[in-house]
């Protein structure tokens, strides 16, 4: 412990940390731009400055580390001129249109232009001409805002290990792109959304289907069914978009507000996410039983499924079939639902809610179609929903709690697990230990599983069989658990990866946060859900054995893979070269 003075009052602090984190945990308020709590820490935007007494000039709070007898300060009207000079540079190069732009109104810059009072005292100086980038389904690339803070570059290199972007130029010419400057989706970005999660402007933000969505619920046409379903991640972080303490379950709410927006039926993906269990589940007690590909990774999260198409289309095999838990859902939804309600697939509008980008861009696999039928019709983020909640002026925390609908809106609290990393091999290890062994499992909760290390591993005795099994999450600490199992080093039979950090708790769709510990406190939520509900089994969850009597007949059947399985192709940067050059061709 070190005694450092802040505003001289002094402090016992641990050593090792910086002024900022020190400042915060203390309850100081020090503005930051480029700084975020998940990345290292570079001062490119000295908009944290502090007095440091002994130093001739101001630090960046946020890289200087804390010394014995340290004598800060973080009010005075230095720090402050020098704050307002630093964010009027800023503001002279960039556009200053917040009307027109997706960050508005969580904009870090716009806040603290307002926060400081900030006049255009240097002009403004802004290349509008830049093409926005809109090549991806998931993200859109609007540069001319860019405040060169490397969030991006920084998210895409040392969490997701993907490194799409690199600052090109120097100084204020100096922008995060791609190499030779190729539109995005023509790189291997495999549409996480990180980017544009923790770009604090508006420059990287994603593809804003909330607005196709505001038009189609404005001007609802007779005879159209609208239905929306809701992720396991978006319950525990939709509240924060209104204020609401982080680590606050909001279903309830969350269905009342979906409703008020106009959707006349409105189903838990978790319903989905069980179902996912019994396919994935079976298919992984098939391969056990039969033999197959191993280890067999789970595929519920696109973000991986771009990554193995991508980087390593060898594993496809090895891939679990299983569709993820919304296009089951919206598949269920157009077929089964639809039968029950007596409409044609046609006639639904399947909205889903999501944590994620790269869910908007797994609705645009071909292979995705059933019967030549696009089963989810557009996909909103967390955010997305916060905002069209905000514009249409529902007042989401004075909302009574309402229920799910039936029949695919009953879940278990295995279900609610996909929400974090770990989740869904719990809940397949719950259902494949029951249904191998044909006995209650002992200890419901898998310790072992749970947690957010990078990588984690087990091993797991079912019944004298030895299952061992990893997870891992936040792609660039997938690549290093991918590259060693490729080296021999480790072998496992049942893998779960998660493109995001903390699993989709963390993913690119959520609200903006800047808590160091929001992903603790979303997880918590999350087992807090598993902890209340009656039934946390996915195969003991009545709706899922009524769809499989009434409709689906049993796990793995032909109907179940005709709606409920999908395959995956080679997309390697070779065989896209190949394709591009066979289309110039033609
Ligand atoms: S979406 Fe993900 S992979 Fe693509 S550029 Fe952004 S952070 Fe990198
Ligand atoms: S695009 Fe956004 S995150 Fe990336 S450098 Fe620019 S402002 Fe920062
Ligand atoms: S971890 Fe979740 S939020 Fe992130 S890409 Fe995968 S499915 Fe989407
Ligand atoms: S937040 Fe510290 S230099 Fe940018």
Not at 64 to 74: E, N, P, Q
Not at 219 to 235: C, D, I, L, M, N
Request: hydrophobic share 35%.
């Amino acid at each position: 412990m070190v005694t450092v003075y802040i505003n001289d009052k002094p402090y016992e602090v641990s050593e090792n940390k910086t002024v900022l984190e020190v400042a915060q945990e203390l309850g100081y308020y020090i503005p930051t731009l480029c700084h975020h709590p998940e990345l290292e820490p570079i001062g490119a935007c000295r908009i944290c400055v502090v007095e440091v007494e002994g130093a001739r000039t101001l630090q960046p709070a946020c890289t200087t580390k804390v010394s014995d007898g340290m004598k800060i300060r973080t009010n005075t009207e230095r720090v402050e001129s020098a704050v307002k000079f630093n964010l009027s540079l800023i503001m002279a190069n960039h556009p200053h249109e917040c009307m027109y732009c997706e960050a508005d109104g969580r904009c870090e810059l716009q806040k603290l232009v307002h926060m400081y009072d900030i006049k255009p005292i240097f002009g403004v100086n802004v290349d509008m001409d830049k093409e926005i980038d809109i090549s991806s389904p998931s993200i859109n690339r609007e540069l001319s805002k860019c405040i060169k803070c490397q969030r991006c570059v920084r998210v895409c290199s040392e969490i997701q290990g993907m490194n799409i972007y690199s600052m090109v130029d120097r100084g204020y010419e100096s922008l995060p792109e791609t190499e030779f400057g190729i539109p995005v989706y023509e790189t291997n970005c495999i549409s996480c959304g990180q980017c544009a999660y923790l770009c604090p402007v508006g420059a990287i933000y994603e593809a804003p289907d909330w607005k196709k969505v505001l038009n189609l619920l404005n001007k609802k046409e007779p005879g159209k069914v609208y239905v929306a379903q809701t992720a396991p991640s978006v319950r525990v972080a939709i509240g924060e978009e209104f204020g609401v303490e982080p680590g606050t379950v909001s279903t309830g709410k969350m269905v009342a507000a979906l409703r008020r927006l106009g959707f006349d039926y409105v189903f838990d993906t978790n319903f989905a996410a069980d179902l996912t269990i019994m396919e994935e589940g079976y298919e992984l007690i098939h391969r056990l039983q039969n033999g197959g590909k191993f280890p067999m990774f789970t595929s519920c999260c696109p973000g991986w499924v771009n990554e193995m198409e991508k980087e390593w289309p060898e594993l496809r095999e090895n891939l679990s079939t299983a569709k993820s838990p919304q296009q089951m859902m919206s598949s269920v939804v157009k077929t089964y639902f639809a039968q029950k309600i007596g409409v044609k697939p046609e006639d639904i509008v399947m909205v889903s809610v999501m944590p994620c980008t790269a869910k908007k861009d797994e609705i645009t696999r071909p292979q995705q179609l059933v019967d030549g039928i696009k089963v989810t019709d557009y996909v909103i983020t967390t955010r997305e929903l916060g905002k069209l909640i905000k514009l249409k002026g529902i007042p989401f925390v004075n909302l009574p709690e309402e229920q799910y609908d039936s029949p695919l809106g009953t879940s278990t609290g295995a279900g609610a697990l996909f929400g974090v990393t770990g989740g869904v091999m719990e809940a397949a290890l719950r259902t494949a230990y029951e249904v191998i062994t044909g006995e209650k499992l002992p200890k419901l909760v898998f310790d072992s599983v749970r947690g957010l290390d990078g990588v984690r591993e087990a091993e797991i005795d079912i019944k004298g069989k030895k299952l061992r099994v990893a997870i891992a999450h936040g792609m660039a600490n997938v690549k290093r658990l991918l590259a060693e199992m490729k080296e021999g080093k480790r072998y496992y039979d049942f893998v779960e990866i998660m493109a995001c950090y903390g699993g989709c708790i963390g993913g690119g769709g959520q609200p903006k946060n800047l808590d160091p510990d929001i992903l603790k406190k979303r997880a918590a939520a999350i087992y807090s859900i598993d902890e209340l509900s009656v039934l946390r089994r996915s195969h003991e969850n009545p709706d899922i054995i009524k769809l499989y009597e009434e409709f689906l007949e049993k796990p793995n059947s032909h109907k179940a893979h005709h709606l409920l399985h999908t395959h995956y192709t080679d997309r390697s940067r070779a065989v896209r070269k190949a394709q591009k050059q066979q289309e110039k061709v033609n």
